[in-house]
């Protein structure tokens, strides 16, 4: 079974630039979820999708962060304008159901550097 | 506040050792209970869940407890060895499924 997917692994930018980061979940998953992990620090749930809809939002900065997951498969998360402060490690993951008790399954992350 | 807090300090223990990591959860009421694992340059990995009626949980060498009068979770790993250096994460989810966040995570190191 393929795990998750997303693309770019590293992404150097200069703040005030945009970016975009592509995820893939597990096939048949229906919920997706987004994480900034700051180095040295656990990750933080930026967005919670079930399906194509979305069910927690209320950590992402919507000012400059959105996301969406159109026809409840892939997903992308876009920061414009960035910061230097989005600097982080931005993590995809997927489970089964939206119960709390399926285990969620990560990517490899995507590594962003904002100079 | 909600917090979850788990020790930032690394944990360095000999191998052959229990090693025994804490997460401590504030102003919340988690349903259930997570613990991940987490290596350099990788994304978390699922080790245990625990749900908020079971006081103990085991897999293999992993024990996790959960006391929700302390409002604390352990989680403990016996014969530990090199290869479980790591961070480890523990994360709270409420009864409509809702994950507070992870917490900071704790590393470490099973020196041989």
């Known amino acids: 079974e393929a795990g998750v997917a997303q693309s770019p692994r590293y992404k150097i930018i200069e703040k005030r630039q945009s970016v975009a980061f592509w995820c893939n979940p597990i096939s048949g998953h229906a919920t997706l979820y987004w994480y900034q992990q700051i180095l040295g620090q656990g990750p933080k749930l930026l967005i919670q999708f079930q399906n194509n809809g979305v069910v927690d939002d209320s950590q992402l900065p919507k000012d400059r962060f959105s996301a969406e997951r159109l026809k409840g498969v892939d997903s992308t998360l876009k920061i414009q304008p960035a910061k230097l402060e989005d600097s982080a490690v931005y993590l995809c993951?997927?489970?089964?159901?939206?119960?709390?008790?399926?285990?969620?399954?990560f990517g490899p992350g995507t590594r962003l550097l904002v100079l | 506040s909600q917090k979850i807090e788990q020790n930032s300090e690394a944990l360095n223990i000999q191998e052959g050792k229990t090693a025994t990591l804490t997460c401590n959860y504030t102003?919340?009421?988690?349903?259930?209970l997570q613990w991940y694992r987490q290596d350099p340059g990788r994304g978390p990995v699922f080790l245990l869940l625990?749900?908020?009626?079971?006081k103990e949980k085991r897999k293999e060498r992993l024990k996790v407890t959960f006391d929700t009068t302390l409002k604390q979770s352990l989680f403990h790993i016996t014969a530990s060895q090199p290869a479980d250096s790591a961070t480890y994460l523990c994360?709270?989810?409420?009864?409509?499924?809702?994950?507070?966040?992870f917490g900071g995570g704790t590393r470490l190191m099973v020196k041989p």
């Open positions: 625990i749900r908020e009626n079971e």
């Open positions: 994360a709270p989810i409420n009864n409509a499924g809702n994950m507070l966040t």
């Open positions: 993951a997927s489970s089964g159901q939206f119960t709390g008790q399926e285990t969620q399954y």
């Open positions: 102003n919340y009421s988690p349903a259930y």
